[in-house]
């Protein structure tokens, strides 16, 4: 069984241009959360989402980010008008339906660079 | 909210010596606890869970134990080797609908042959 995949695993952007993650989630898993990790910091929430639902955003900056996760194919992270800031490891993890326990698991991470 | 207070580190280790990582947590219910490793350059790896109070998780040598009593879930191995630096994160889950991760900011661990 692949684990949960996510691409690229490594991104460069430049101030303004947008980024774009995606997230593949384990087989039979139908949860996704999106999680940022800061330079020499722990991994923050961002946002839940089932399939074309989003659970809880509140995590997720107000302005300029957004997540979906469709009826087909993998979750989406985009980052509209990225700056400097926005330099960070961003994690996807799945779990499978609540009655399969709360454990979640995470994919390698995507590791975007702002110039 | 929900908030975890993990060891500040770096820690540092001779091969064989004992580990601990503090780890005290806040939640409003009855969370889940997890500790999760991370290797260099890659993502979390899940290392050992709690669900209850005065459960054990444990898993390649490494404990921990879930003590409501003082809000505690360290994490300890008793013979460390090279291959265990890593950062090691402490994290709850309530039982909520939200069901999201509050981590600790991480204790880099480095063991020295």
């Known amino acids: 069984n692949a684990g949960v995949m996510q691409n690229p695993r490594h991104l460069v952007r430049r101030r303004g241009q947008e980024a774009r993650l995606r997230c593949s989630p384990m087989k039979g898993h139908s949860h996704v959360y999106w999680y940022r990790q800061l330079p020499e910091e722990g991994l923050k929430f961002m946002v839940y989402l089932q399939k074309e639902n989003i659970i809880d955003e509140s995590g997720m900056p107000k302005e300029r980010f957004s997540a979906e996760f469709p009826k087909e194919g993998p979750s989406i992270l985009r980052i509209q008008q990225v700056v400097r800031g926005d330099s960070a490891a961003y994690f996807c993890a799945s779990s499978p339906p609540r009655q399969g326990g709360d454990t979640q698991y995470f994919g390698p991470g995507t590791r975007l660079t702002v110039l | 909210g929900d908030s975890v207070t993990q060891m500040e580190g770096p820690v540092t280790l001779s091969e064989e010596a004992f580990l601990t990582i503090n780890c005290t947590y806040t939640?409003?219910?009855?969370?889940?606890l997890f500790w999760y490793v991370q290797y260099p350059g890659e993502g979390l790896q899940l290392l050992l869970k709690?669900?209850?109070?005065?459960d054990k998780g444990s898993n390649k040598g490494f404990e921990a134990t879930y003590r409501k009593e003082t809000t505690s879930f360290h994490l300890e191995k008793g013979s460390v080797q090279v291959s265990d630096s890593a950062v090691y994160f402490c994290?709850?889950?309530?039982?909520?609908?939200?069901?999201?991760?509050?981590f600790g900011s991480g204790t880099q661990l480095t063991v020295l042959p």
């Open positions: 994290a709850l889950s309530d039982h909520g609908s939200a069901r999201q991760l509050t």
């Open positions: 939640a409003t219910g009855y969370p889940s």
């Open positions: 709690a669900t209850k109070a005065d």
